[in-house]
């Protein structure tokens, strides 16, 4: 397995991490915190035995939570007091430990006003009432699945409060995509985006996304996890260019590539995307140490797609576009899919030091 040696960490730390169960985080300075990052993810039934898969995905996850705690440590010199990350990936990504890790951050007693969330794993639709899919999930642990009006509910406290869920990287299938035309639901067949291209070889053209929403609200419940960790509807759909917004959410329209997957047209591994990214958001990249300058969104996945495409990220294929063939043993979706990395909000966003 390759692994990602800039931001390697204690290993025996990690082990820790491991055997430790989830609980409320503690505030690493004294001072009024703003700021929690969460991990979380895990896969389906028919991936749990992966085990080369499973591994990277813990991997990410724990990477990602020490490169958030020590951007956190004390003597950080624009760190003025935050909350230590939580890493619920795995055993802790449910239904009911979303509930009250947000249950927890809406507490004002709590001072957080600033959630980042990292997901890796799969998702799926429901494929019933509403088209095209239903309401999407991820898969949680032991059953206990995550539906998108269920993380709106817990994210708004039943709707009482704005979503504290201000920035979100969802590395799962179909949770980041465009398949509405209006706040109603409308909605129609369009290969490549809502229903697959069936061909035997993968088509010869780029499919076009003629949709602009990304959620909607079905008889009063949110559609679409963008709707539902925001509980937004004027996200820009092209945040890469956007510097309007108090939330910015990446997701991926149709399927993502799992972590030991070579990106495509490389031979590197995806999950190199994931950590490039977060390395170079919470500045990482200075030369000079402590500084850690954080840097925007829009940066960041450039600088990711630099060292993972070679290319800046408009003209790597997880803005353009690609085709994906699936199989979930289903013909009414087995066939060619047309995959991008959504970037929807305010991309020009710098993550708070505190």
């Known amino acids: 397995m390759k692994k990602f040696t800039i931001a390697s960490f204690s290993i025996f730390a990690i082990l820790l991490l491991s055997l430790t169960p989830l609980t409320l985080p503690i505030r690493i300075e004294s001072a009024k915190a703003v700021t929690l990052a969460m991990q979380w993810g895990h896969l389906s039934p028919y991936m749990e035995n992966d085990e080369d898969e499973k591994d990277l995905e813990e991997y990410v996850c724990d990477q990602i939570y020490w490169m958030f705690y020590y951007d956190n440590v004390d003597h950080h010199p624009y760190h003025h007091g935050s909350w230590e990350p939580v890493n619920a990936w795995w055993t802790y990504t449910t239904e009911s430990d979303v509930e009250t890790c947000m249950d927890w951050q809406n507490d004002p007693e709590n001072d957080v006003s600033f959630v980042t969330n990292w997901w890796v794993g799969d998702a799926y639709a429901d494929a ?17 699945h995550i539906e998108d009006t269920a993380v709106n509910d817990f994210a708004t406290s039943g709707g009482i409060i704005s979503s504290k869920q201000r920035f979100d990287f969802i590395w799962t299938c179909s949770n980041g995509g465009l398949y509405w035309d209006d706040s109603s639901g409308t909605t129609w067949n369009v290969t490549g985006i809502t229903v697959p291209d069936q061909s035997e070889t993968k088509p010869d053209y780029n499919a076009t996304n003629p949709f ?8 009063g419940d949110a559609v679409g996890m963008p709707l539902a960790w925001t509980n937004t509807s004027n996200l820009n759909i092209n945040g890469y260019y956007s510097y309007i917004g108090d939330y910015c959410y990446i997701g991926f329209e149709c399927s993502s590539p799992f972590m030991k997957n070579d990106l495509e047209g490389t031979q590197v591994q995806a999950y190199n995307f994931a950590l490039y990214f977060y390395y170079y958001l919470l500045g990482y990249d200075d030369d000079v140490y402590p500084i850690f300058e954080h840097e925007s969104i829009r940066d960041s996945l450039d600088y990711a797609s630099e060292q993972t495409f070679g290319c800046s990220f408009t003209q790597s294929p997880f803005y ?20 991008r990395m959504r970037v929807l909000g305010d991309g020009f966003m710098v993550l708070p030091y505190s």
């Open 128 to 144: 019933e009432s509403p088209d095209p899919f239903g309401h999407f999930w991820f898969y949680g642990h032991n059953g206990d």
């Open 320 to 339: 353009t576009g690609y085709w994906v063939y699936v199989d979930v043993g289903n013909e009414e979706y087995n066939g060619w899919w047309f995959c």
């Open 212 to 219: 602009e929403e990304y959620g909607f609200f079905y008889n």
